[in-house]
């Protein structure tokens, strides 16, 4: 039998006390639906695991200047948004691919992006909204941008005694379309072959501003940098868009890899034919009213 102390806190301060006692020998644990996999797979626990469910507060959607989502917001609570659906539409399309209702019903935004695989399917919408990630801990806050919150596979930037407590999306995003685009096998309960999540304004049909996200296209999920810079002042039209999916998909922007899921070749014929695509669809999604 795999034994473990089972921890359920009620406010932030207990949390830090735990994680201050405990240290590398406890783990987090929101909706526990990859701590648990992780446990069953590797048949080892940590002493002690430290349930974030206790922190009802945390558990909200809210737009008040820019978006504010906290820890403990669930997929399923994001893809019933709507304003998340109208307005961060990337994100909704990512987080309503996660897994089945069962899982999205449980699983969380903040635990997506701590989990930190490079196929999360809420990485790359967050990477194409400008998202920051707010960790408070003993000593105190800080905002990090998620560009800079995934150091590598499976890590980030949260030190041990840091709890993400907020997901934020700041206000400008509302005047971008966005969309999200998981390849996959199948529509449920499939990881994604690769991840291509894109935002942009228009000037007229000029694009004057530009995110392309990638998810299982490098040891992390990354921006397409090169292929933004290409499109910045473009016209919006055919030829522009092929070559910015020709760019996103090649070695200026990321490295593709041959997994069971997909070989090398796949992942980048796919990224250049949706680049183009899902950059229409972010298009045709810019709410004029705003
Ligand atoms: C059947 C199944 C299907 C799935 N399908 C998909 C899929 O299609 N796409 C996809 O992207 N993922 C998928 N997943 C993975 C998983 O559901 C997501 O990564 C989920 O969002 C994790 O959230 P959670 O609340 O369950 O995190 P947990 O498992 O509780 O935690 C995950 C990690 O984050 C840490 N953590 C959690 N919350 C915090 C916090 N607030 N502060 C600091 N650290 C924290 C934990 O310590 C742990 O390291 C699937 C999982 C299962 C079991």
């Known amino acids: 039998m795999i034994d473990y102390d089972y921890r359920k806190p009620e406010s932030l301060e207990e949390v830090f ?3 201050r006692e405990y240290g590398h020998k406890a783990a987090l644990i929101a909706g526990g639906t990859d701590v648990m996999v992780k446990i069953r797979n590797t048949k080892r626990a940590p002493e002690v695991l430290i349930s974030l469910r206790g922190l009802k507060d945390l558990s909200y959607i809210r737009k008040n200047g820019g978006y504010h989502i906290g820890a403990l917001a669930t997929h399923r609570m994001l893809e019933q948004s709507d304003l998340i659906q109208k307005e961060l539409t990337a994100l909704h399309e990512g987080a309503s691919r996660i897994g089945s209702v069962q899982v999205r019903n449980v699983a ?20 194409a ?17 998620v560009t800079e919150f995934f150091t590598g596979t499976y890590k980030t930037v949260r030190k041990e005694t840091e709890v993400v407590t907020e997901i934020r999306i700041p206000a400008h995003m ?9 390849q996959s096998r199948r529509k449920a309960m499939n990881l994604p072959i690769v991840g291509i999540a894109v935002s942009l304004r228009l000037d007229k049909r000029t694009i004057s501003d530009s995110r392309i996200a990638l998810t299982v296209a490098a040891p992390t999920p990354i921006r397409a940098h090169k292929a933004e810079e290409f499109l910045a002042g473009k016209p919006m039209d055919d030829t522009v868009l092929a070559e910015a999916g020709r760019i996103a998909a090649s070695t200026e922007c990321c490295t593709l890899r041959d997994s069971l899921r997909g070989e090398a070749w796949y992942r980048a014929e796919i990224i250049e034919a949706y680049v183009p695509r899902m950059a229409r669809l972010a298009a045709q999604r810019i709410r004029t009213s705003v």
Do not use: H, M
């Open 17 to 19: 006390t735990l994680l």
């Open 174 to 182: 509302e005047r971008f379309g966005s969309a999200y685009w998981k």
């Open 129 to 145: 909204l400008d998202a920051q990630v707010l960790l408070q801990g003993p000593d105190g806050e800080r905002v990090v941008p």
């Open 108 to 127: 969380t935004l903040a635990g997506n992006i701590c989990n930190a695989a490079p196929s999360a399917d809420t990485a790359g919408p967050l990477l």
